[in-house]
């Protein structure tokens, strides 16, 4: 059975920085490329970064050189390390994986809350 189970989300004062880890059973994980996603009320799921098994990154514009996404293959973890964070960045935040079209995951969502 997969499971993607995200943690460490919560509530920050902007400004602030917050780490988010994914731990990933079930799956061959060092074949798959990871990635964060996140969805704020109200509007569509976005690609927030994203990491490829040799751990080639991208990551959305509006987060760029504030974000950094990393993965562990050993101990089968995505982490995104989130700095400077700004009230924008509230939403739920989602570990995906993702292989092809029949085998491509999510977890189940951690809150990241951004407020004074």
């Known amino acids: 059975q997969v499971q993607l189970g995200e943690s460490g989300g919560g509530l920050v004062q902007p400004g602030g920085s917050l780490g988010l880890s994914c731990a990933a059973a079930g799956i061959a994980f060092g074949l798959y490329s990871m990635a964060w996603y996140r969805q704020a009320p109200g509007k569509q799921r976005e690609l927030v970064a994203a990491i490829t098994p040799r751990s080639s990154t991208n990551y959305a514009d509006s987060v760029k050189g504030r974000f950094t996404i990393s993965r562990d293959n050993i101990k089968n973890t995505l982490y995104l390390q989130m700095n400077s964070l700004k009230p924008e960045d509230t939403a739920v935040y989602y570990c995906?994986?993702?292989?092809?079209?029949?085998?491509?995951?999510w977890g189940q969502g951690t809150q990241v809350t951004v407020s004074a």
């Open positions: 995906n994986a993702d292989l092809n079209e029949r085998h491509r995951y």
